[in-house]
């Protein structure tokens, strides 16, 4: 479970296992931020290895102030846990764990005819004594700059031969985290020459309403496949959810506080 919380240790597990993803390097200090901006010589994201919802993350373009931008995204994450959000795990506490990663550029125009598709999709599935499957696959609509969710829909639109790549690779993926028993939530960057990349790996249910668009779409209820894993009894994994048309559609809106200035 560690291992699908601190960022840092999933990406050197994938990196090992020769699974896609960016160059990255771990950031405790402003003087490690200026060398991981040597070493990748172009754009490149700095975020929270603990977090989520993307808070305190940003992109660091050539020329920035790297000094605010250091001290910018610990007081966005400083903030966010003083007021209750963010990782709960003790070995966190009082510390803050950066990582700098390669920006994975997406290229959504590539993938999808319709202009408001993101560039990110998830595979959502469950492991069982150590086995993963994969059930579905969830599209995003555009984000907010710079990686604010806006949406999730499904069915997804891409394409059926795509789709079972992202099953299997999101299989291999949570393989190599070593996860035995949970439900699982991965999510794939979408880019040029449909190349993809891993961007992290979740041992749980896809939040906002992914459960309920899985079953309304697909006939799948995530709970129900994981309960029944975890009581020794074969769960039901339907191919129907992979790869063909739904005649069914849903979506979950994100719904952002923001101040008159937007």
């Known amino acids: 479970a560690l291992l699908t919380r601190d960022k840092l240790a999933m990406r050197a597990r994938w990196s090992a296992a020769g699974l896609p993803g960016p160059d990255f390097v771990a950031i405790s200090s402003v003087q490690d931020l200026y060398a991981a901006a040597e070493r990748f010589a172009r754009p490149f994201v700095l975020k929270d290895a603990w977090g989520a919802g993307a808070i305190g993350t940003q992109i660091v373009?050539?020329?920035?102030?790297?000094?605010?931008?250091?001290?910018?995204?610990?007081?966005?994450?400083?903030?966010?846990?003083?007021?209750?959000?963010?990782?709960?795990?003790?070995?966190?506490?009082?510390?803050?764990?950066?990582i700098a990663e390669e920006l994975m550029e997406g290229a959504a125009d590539e993938w999808f005819a319709d202009p408001a598709r993101g560039d990110f999709v998830s595979v959502e599935g469950i492991v069982v004594d150590g086995v993963p499957r994969s059930l579905a696959l969830t599209d995003r609509m555009r984000p907010l700059p710079p990686f604010c969710e806006s949406a999730d829909l499904a069915p997804s639109a891409v394409d059926a031969g795509m789709q079972k790549q992202l099953f299997?690779?999101?299989?291999?993926?949570?393989?190599?985290?070593?996860?035995?028993?949970?439900?699982?939530?991965?999510?794939?960057?979408?880019?040029?020459?449909?190349?993809?990349?891993?961007?992290?790996?979740?041992?749980?249910?896809?939040?906002?309403?992914?459960?309920?668009?899985?079953?309304?779409?697909?006939?799948?209820?995530?709970?129900?496949?994981?309960?029944?894993?975890?009581?020794?009894?074969?769960?039901?994994?339907?191919?129907?959810?992979?790869?063909?048309?739904?005649?069914?559609?849903?979506?979950?809106?994100?719904v952002l506080g923001a101040d008159a200035w937007g």
């Open 61 to 98: 373009v050539p020329g920035s102030d790297l000094g605010s931008i250091f001290a910018r995204s610990r007081s966005a994450i400083v903030e966010a846990r003083d007021r209750g959000i963010g990782e709960f795990s003790p070995l966190v506490t009082g510390s803050i764990r950066l």
């Open 168 to 254: 299997a690779m999101a299989e291999q993926a949570v393989d190599a985290l070593g996860l035995q028993y949970c439900a699982t939530h991965t999510e794939f960057k979408l880019m040029r020459d449909r190349k993809v990349g891993l961007l992290e790996v979740g041992a749980r249910i896809g939040g906002t309403a992914i459960a309920r668009q899985t079953y309304a779409v697909h006939g799948i209820c995530l709970v129900d496949q994981l309960i029944s894993g975890l009581l020794g009894m074969e769960p039901e994994v339907r191919s129907s959810s992979r790869c063909t048309t739904q005649a069914a559609a849903a979506a979950g809106l994100e």
